[in-house]
């Protein structure tokens, strides 16, 4: 079983920028893809951006593109999300994933899950 630690979220004004980590421990880790999705309060969980682990394609949600950057570290089984430009509405619990499927920007797609870091970002 693999085991996925983010950490990284806190609070941050309007314009602000923050770093999310997530450390995937356990079992061999080779998964197709990583993923970033969030959820705020009363809403679906919904995609932010994803990457391929060998080649390091990225992929993102329109509301996140131009300020958002995904990352990995192979060596580390790490990925990075990069948050610039932060927004009162990307407030959420941000959760990484890891997926063995090609089906990177839904929910669906990843089988092993985080448990998340809050964002705050204040107007």
């Known amino acids: 079983q693999v085991q996925l630690v983010e950490s990284g979220g806190g609070l941050v004004q309007a314009g602000g920028s923050l770093t999310l980590s997530c450390v995937a421990s356990?079992?061999?880790?080779?998964?197709?893809?990583m993923g970033w999705f969030r959820q705020a309060p009363g809403k679906e969980r919904e995609f932010v951006a994803a990457i391929k682990w060998s080649r390091g394609i990225p992929e993102y949600a329109d509301s996140v593109k131009g300020r958002f950057t995904i990352s990995r570290d192979n060596a580390k089984n790490t990925v990075y999300l990069q948050m610039n430009s932060l927004k009162p509405d990307d407030t959420a619990v941000y959760y990484c994933?890891?997926?063995?499927?090609?089906?990177?920007?839904?929910?669906?797609?990843?089988?092993?899950w985080g448990h998340g870091t809050q964002v705050t970002v204040s107007s």
């Open positions: 356990g079992r061999t880790f080779s998964p197709y893809g």
């Open positions: 994933a890891a997926s063995y499927d090609h089906y990177l920007t839904v929910r669906y797609g990843y089988s092993d």
